[in-house]
T-cell receptor, first 112, second 116 residues
Framework: QKEVEQNSGPLSVPEGAIASLNCTYS??????FFWYRQYSGKSPELIMS????GDKEDGRFTAQLNKASQYVSLLIRDSQPSDSATYLC????????????FGSGTQLTVLP | GAVVSQHPSWVICKSGTSVKIECRSL??????MFWYRQFPKQSLMLMAT?????????EQGVEKDKFLINHASLTLSTLTVTSAHPEDSSFYIC????????????FGAGSRLTVL
């Protein structure tokens, strides 16, 4: 079982819709959870971080964490074509705040 | 915000040659630098962790003699791919812990290596 699992997609949503990205992780002691966006040929950039159960909102982005079920999700409201990218879920699963394990990413396409 | 400058952004080399990739922290001191490799359509895989002034820590399966990492100063870490082969062609990305509690990674722009 992979440590961090994501549906690879591709996921397509129409412009203006809500895009929902999901991620599950295997290490119960994980404490920090991150969503990175990666455009093709570019390095990842941080979108959201979440550390406690519940929802965290930042603009059009909402991260949701459920430690009991070991999943973390990212909702993108009012999706825009510029949101089209691969979204990487990253989890601190090594007991160190400095090392992250990345999922394989979900490719999102927002159709104009 | 914190910036990690990585270069070259892309390099093409012949099989058997060595290639050096540099990552510099521009406005902060990076005592630690993570080096990742990413093959097409795959996620980032941690190769090694470099620490200023000490030996790098390599992940299982990564050849330390092939991927030489040097972290000679608080602002510079380098990765040298020695005797490169076509299977080493990949996207190499460095990152440094930044932010509150050093819990966030700032990535370099990445280096696309193509070995002919």
């Amino acid at each position: 079982q992979k440590e961090v699992e994501q549906n690879s997609g591709p996921l397509s949503v129409p412009e203006g819709a809500i895009a929902s990205l999901n991620c599950t992780y295997s290490d119960r002691v994980s404490q920090s959870f991150f969503w990175y966006r990666q455009y093709s040929g570019k390095s990842p950039e941080l979108i959201m971080s979440i550390y406690s159960n519940g929802d965290k909102e930042d603009g059009r982005f909402t991260a949701q964490l459920n430690k009991a079920s070991q999943y973390v999700s990212l909702l993108i409201r009012d999706s825009q074509p510029s949101d089209s990218a691969t979204y990487l879920c990253a989890v601190n699963s090594r007991g160190s705040a400095r090392q992250l394990t990345f999922g394989s990413g979900t490719q999102l396409t927002v159709l104009p | 915000g914190a910036v990690v400058s990585q270069h070259p952004s892309w390099v093409i080399c012949k099989s058997g040659t060595s290639v050096k990739i540099e990552c510099r922290s521009l406005d902060f001191q990076a005592t630690t630098m993570f080096w990742y490799r990413q093959f097409p359509k795959q996620s980032l895989m941690l190769m090694a962790t470099s620490n200023e002034g000490s030996k790098a820590t390599y992940e299982q399966g990564v050849e330390k003699d092939k991927f030489l990492i040097n972290h000679a100063s608080l602002t510079l870490s380098t990765l040298t791919v020695t005797s490169a082969h076509p299977e080493d062609s990949s996207f190499y990305i460095c990152s440094a812990p930044t932010g509150s509690g050093a819990n966030v990674l700032t990535f370099g722009a990445g280096s696309r290596l193509t070995v002919l």
